[in-house]
C-alpha cells in the first residue's frame, strides 16, 4: 500500500484529521515564535549547515577521533556495520552484566533497528520511558512522529490505554493526572532496571563525549540508577568541537517545541560511580547516502521534527501513512535513499511547497530531495502503470500547441454542460472532496492576446 | 576486516573530497540590557523560578523559611557517604550547585565533580540551584566557553522544572525529574 492509500484511512475521519493538522500548526507557530525573537536565526542556521557539511566531509577523521578521545576518558566504543550488529552488541552487553531489565529513552536509532521485540525475543524487559513512547509501547503501536510519538492519540484513548495497563481511575483522561501516574509507574521501572539505553543527539569529536536532550529527564533519571548505560549513535551524530554545542542547542529546542532549550541537555563523559558507559556507532546505510551527492545532505538531520510539523501532508495523513520509521519530509528522502522500491511513493507525499527546507535548522533541501527522488522514481520504472499513462499524454499534448488549445476550448464549452455524475465520476479522483473551479469563457492565451493588441 | 574498519572504508570510499574549512561558532548574536531580567522571565516561562537572596540573609535561613514542611533535605555535600543513588529514592528538596547561568533559555549548568551521584538532581521532587550572582551570561555562545571536558565528568544544563506535553499537547510539569525548580542567586 502506498502513502495516499493509507492516508485514505486517516482522513477518511475529518474531525480528526483536522484535529491533529491544527495540533502540529500550534507547533509549528511555537517554534515560529522562538525563532523569530533571535535576529541571528539564518545565521545560526548557516553555521549549522556548514558544520555539518564539513563534518561529513571528513567524517572517517573525527569518528576516529571521537573513539580516541572517548577511549581515553574511559568509556567503551563498539562499531556496528547494520541494525543486527548493533541488536547483538546490545545483547551481549546486557547478558554480560547480567541485566533482565532495561529502560529506554527515546532514539529513533533503536526504533530503526527493531531492537524492543529483539530483545524481549531474547527474555529482557524493555521499557520506553518517554512518556509518549510509553504510550504507544503498551499500545504496541510506533512512534507518530519523531519527537511526539503520540501525536496522532487523543487523552481519552490514552486514558484508556492507562487503565488496562497501569489500572487508574476508569474514564479519568486528565493530562495531569495520567502523567502522575506514569510518573509513579515509571520510577518504579527506573530504580529496579538493570540497565539504560539512550539515543545520542550531538557525539562531540574533540572531547570524546555524548549529549543527550530530553524534557522529562527519563534519559537523566535512567541512566544515572543503573552500573551500565549503552548509547547508540548513527554515524552521522558526530560534531567536531564542544562549542559546535552552542550553535546547535540553540537551534534544536526552539525548532521543535518552541522552547528555548530542552529542559536537561546531559553531556556524558563519564560513566556513574562504579559504572560503564558503551557507545555503539552505527552505519546501517547511512555511509551508502554520503556518496550521494543529491542526497547526502539528509545525514545533516538533528530530528526536531519542525518538517514534519510545518508540512501540509504529514499534518494531514498523520506519520502512519509513511509507512517508514520516520515520517514526514525527511522521513520521505532517508526511506528512498535507503529502498526506492519499498518506499517509491513517498516523494510523491509532498506537495513541493518547500516549507520544510525553510524551516530546517540545518538548511536541508528537503523538498529539492524528494522532487529528485521522483525523477528517480520514473527512470527506475517504478511509477504506477495510470499515473505514468497520464504523464505521456499530458507530456505529448503539451509538446503540441494547437492541440493544447483546442483541447482546452472544448473542456471549457463541454464541461459545464455536462451533468455531475459524468464530471464527478469515479475516475475523477481529484473531485472527490473538491469543487471543479467556474470554467472561464476565454482561455488565458486568449485574454493575453487580446490585452497586447 | 573489523566492523569499525569496513565503515571506516565505507566511508572514505563515499565521502565527498572537498572539504569547507569549519566555520566560526561565536557569531554576532543577541546580547541582554539586563541580564537578570531576562534569565528570571525565560525560567519563569518554563515553569521554574528565580530569586535573588537578600543580603542579610544566609541560604540556610532561606530554606528554613521557603521549605519547612519538607521531610528529607540532601544537599550535594551530603551525598559522599550514601552508597547507591538508589537510597535518593524520597529526596524531597535537593541543595544543589550551579557554575553560571544562560539568560536567553533559563538554564543553569551543573557540573560537580564532588557530587557522588548525579542522581540526585533528578530524583529529588524539587531543586534548589545556587548560582552566584554575578554568573549570568546572555547566550550558549558565552556558555561554552565555560564548559571544559578536558578531563572525565558529567555535566548538565537544566532550564525549569521536567516536563512534558505528550498527552494531547497539553503541558504537565514534573514528568519524571523535578517538579519544582528555583534557582537562587547569591
Ligand atoms: S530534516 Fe531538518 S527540520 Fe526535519 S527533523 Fe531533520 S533537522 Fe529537523
Redesign the pocket.
Known amino acids: 500500500m502506498g502513502h495516499s492509500e493509507k492516508a485514505s484511512k486517516f482522513v477518511a475521519n475529518s474531525e480528526r484529521m483536522h484535529w491533529h493538522d491544527k495540533a502540529l500548526w500550534f507547533v509549528r507557530e511555537k517554534r515560529d515564535l522562538a525563532a523569530h525573537q533571535l535576529d541571528e536565526w539564518e545565521e545560526l542556521r548557516r553555521v549549522a549547515s556548514e558544520i555539518k557539511s564539513h563534518t561529513m566531509d571528513r567524517l572517517d577523521y573525527y569518528l576516529e577521533e571521537f573513539e580516541k578521545n572517548a577511549k581515553q576518558k574511559g568509556l567503551h566504543i563498539h562499531w556496528a556495520r547494520d541494525a543486527r550488529e548493533h541488536n547483538e552488541i546490545v545483547l551481549n552487553l546486557l547478558l554480560a552484566h547480567g541485566a533482565k531489565r532495561v529502560v529506554k529513552s527515546k532514539s529513533m536509532l533503536t526504533e530503526e533497528c527493531h531492537l524492543n521485540p529483539f530483545l524481549e525475543k531474547n527474555n529482557i524487559e524493555i521499557v520506553d520511558t518517554d512518556l509518549g513512547e510509553r504510550i504507544v509501547q503498551l499500545r504496541r503501536e510506533a512512534p507518530s512522529h ?1 519527537v511526539l510519538p503520540a501525536i496522532h492519540l487523543k487523552k481519552e484513548e490514552v486514558g484508556k490505554t492507562f487503565e488496562e495497563f497501569l489500572n487508574t481511575q476508569k474514564d479519568n483522561c486528565d493530562p495531569t493526572y495520567l502523567t502522575r501516574e506514569a510518573r509513579k509507574h515509571l520510577r518504579e521501572k527506573f530504580l529496579t532496571a538493570d540497565a539504560s539505553i539512550t539515543g545520542v543527539n550531538f557525539a562531540i569529536a574533540q572531547t570524546g563525549g555524548v549529549v543527550v536532550c530530553t524534557n522529562e529527564g527519563n534519559a537523566d533519571i535512567g541512566t544515572s540508577l543503573p552500573k551500565l548505560h549503552i548509547a547508540s549513535m548513527g554515524i552521522e551524530k558526530i560534531i567536531p568541537r564542544l562549542e559546535d554545542l552552542s550553535i546547535f542547542t540553540r537551534l534544536l529546542a526552539r ?1 521543535a517545541t518552541g522552547q528555548p532549550i530542552t529542559t536537561y541537555t546531559s553531556h556524558f563523559h563519564a560513566p556513574i560511580e562504579g559504572g560503564e558507559l558503551h557507545i555503539i556507532i552505527v552505519d546501517n546505510g547511512r555511509s551508502d547516502i554520503l556518496s550521494n551527492s543529491d542526497f547526502k545532505e539528509s545525514l545533516h ?8 510539523n510545518t508540512c501540509p501532508v504529514y499534518r494531514r495523513s498523520g506519520g502512519y501513512s509513511y509507512g517508514y520509521i520516520i515520517p ?3 522521513g520521505s528522502t532517508l526511506g528512498a535513499s535507503r529502498d526506492l522500491q519499498a518506499n517509491k511513493t513517498l516523494p510523491f507525499a509532498c506537495t513541493l511547497c518547500a516549507s ?1 527546507s525553510n ?4 538548511k ?1 533541501g ?1 523538498h529539492n530531495q524528494l522532487y529528485k527522488h521522483r525523477q528517480n522514481v520514473v527512470k527506475a520504472g517504478l511509477l504506477g502503470a495510470k499515473k505514468r499513462a497520464i504523464l505521456k499524454v499530458t507530456a505529448w499534448v503539451m509538446k503540441h500547441p494547437l492541440l493544447f488549445d483546442f483541447m482546452g476550448l472544448v473542456v471549457r464549452k463541454i464541461v459545464p454542460i455536462l451533468p455531475r455524475s459524468i464530471v464527478y465520476s469515479k475516475a475523477n479522483v481529484w473531485g472527490r472532496n473538491r469543487e471543479l473551479p467556474k470554467f472561464p469563457k476565454k482561455s488565458f492565451k486568449e485574454l493575453y492576446k487580446e490585452r497586447i493588441k | 576486516m573489523s566492523s569499525k574498519e569496513a565503515i571506516l572504508n565505507r566511508i572514505k570510499k563515499n565521502r565527498p573530497s572537498s572539504t569547507i574549512d569549519l566555520p566560526n561558532t561565536d557569531i554576532l548574536h543577541t546580547k541582554y540590557r539586563d541580564k537578570d531580567k531576562k534569565f528570571a522571565m525565560t525560567l519563569k516561562s518554563v515553569g521554574g523560578k528565580a530569586i535573588w537572596l537578600e543580603d542579610n540573609k544566609s541560604v540556610d535561613e532561606f530554606i528554613a523559611e521557603n521549605y519547612r514542611d519538607l521531610d528529607i533535605i540532601v544537599s550535594t555535600y551530603s551525598t559522599h557517604n550514601i552508597d547507591t543513588p538508589h537510597l535518593l529514592e524520597n529526596v524531597d528538596l535537593a541543595v544543589i550547585k550551579g557554575e553560571f547561568a544562560v539568560a536567553e533559555n533559563g538554564a543553569v549548568w551543573i557540573k560537580n565533580p564532588k557530587n557522588r551521584h548525579r542522581a540526585l538532581y533528578f530524583l529529588a521532587t524539587r531543586l534548589l540551584i545556587i548560582v552566584d550572582k554575578n554568573s549570568i551570561c546572555d547566550t550558549m555562545h558565552e556558555a561554552y566557553k565555560l564548559i571544559d571536558f578536558s578531563r572525565a565528568g558529567y555535566g548538565v544544563f537544566i532550564s525549569g522544572p521536567s516536563k512534558t506535553a505528550d498527552i494531547e499537547q497539553a503541558l504537565v510539569i514534573g514528568a519524571h525529574g523535578a517538579i519544582e525548580v528555583c534557582v537562587l542567586f547569591v
Open positions: 519523531i525548532s538531520c538533528i530530528r526536531c521534527g519542525a518538517c514534519l514526514g519530509p525527511i520544510c524551516v530546517c535548522p540545518s536541508i528537503l
